[in-house]
């Protein structure tokens, strides 16, 4: 095969690559769209089910950006942008935007989901120490280092 032949045929490999991940990020982003909406509610017990949807997507789309790498490699392309528009022969290519676009939106949201969570741990946090400082049991520390909030405390059946 004549390197114009390999040239074009990873060229259509990349597309096809680009097409399925633009998908899966998309699917990503529903997911992400899913998991804010539950931040946003009271009862956030969802969000353990939703994590493992997720963590699927988060492997899913690893395995795509590691077939993509390797695709590069075959074609002795960096394994970024310039790489892949390199490939494609035009930066401005309908199907490279569409997947750019979708993962923007991703970052996008993925970041404002976390600051959510981050502003939602603080909050309960400071219920928390606000809890601990009303009740009536002093801090102490115990031969770990760690805080006790009743000293004499044990557990039951322990000696």
């Known amino acids: ?19 399925a991940e633009t998908q899966q990020v998309r699917d990503f982003v529903a997911v992400l769209e ?4 539950i931040l946003g509610e009271r009862d ?6 939703l994590s493992e949807h997720k963590n699927r997507y988060a ?11 390797s695709l590069l490699g075959q074609a002795a392309l960096k394994h970024d942008k310039s790489g ?4 494609l022969g035009d930066p ?3 199907v490279w935007n569409n997947y750019l676009k979708a993962v923007a939106e991703a970052r996008a949201l993925n970041q404002a989901n976390g600051a959510l969570l981050t502003e939602r741990l603080a ?7 606000i809890l601990m400082a009303h009740s009536d049991q002093p801090t102490v ?5 760690a805080a006790r909030t009743r000293p004499g405390s044990r557990l039951l059946g322990s000696y």
Not at 34 to 37: D, L
């Open 1 to 19: 095969m004549s390197p114009a032949a390999d040239h074009s045929a990873l060229r259509q490999r990349l597309l096809a690559l680009l097409i």
């Open 34 to 37: 899913q998991e804010r909406k």
């Open 44 to 49: 956030v017990e969802p969000l353990f089910a």
């Open 59 to 69: 492997r899913l789309l690893q395995q795509s950006a590691d077939a993509r790498t």
């Open 84 to 87: 892949v528009e390199s490939l």
């Open 92 to 94: 401005a290519n309908p």
């Open 123 to 129: 909050h309960n946090h400071q219920a928390l120490a």
């Open 141 to 145: 520390y115990g031969p770990d280092g």
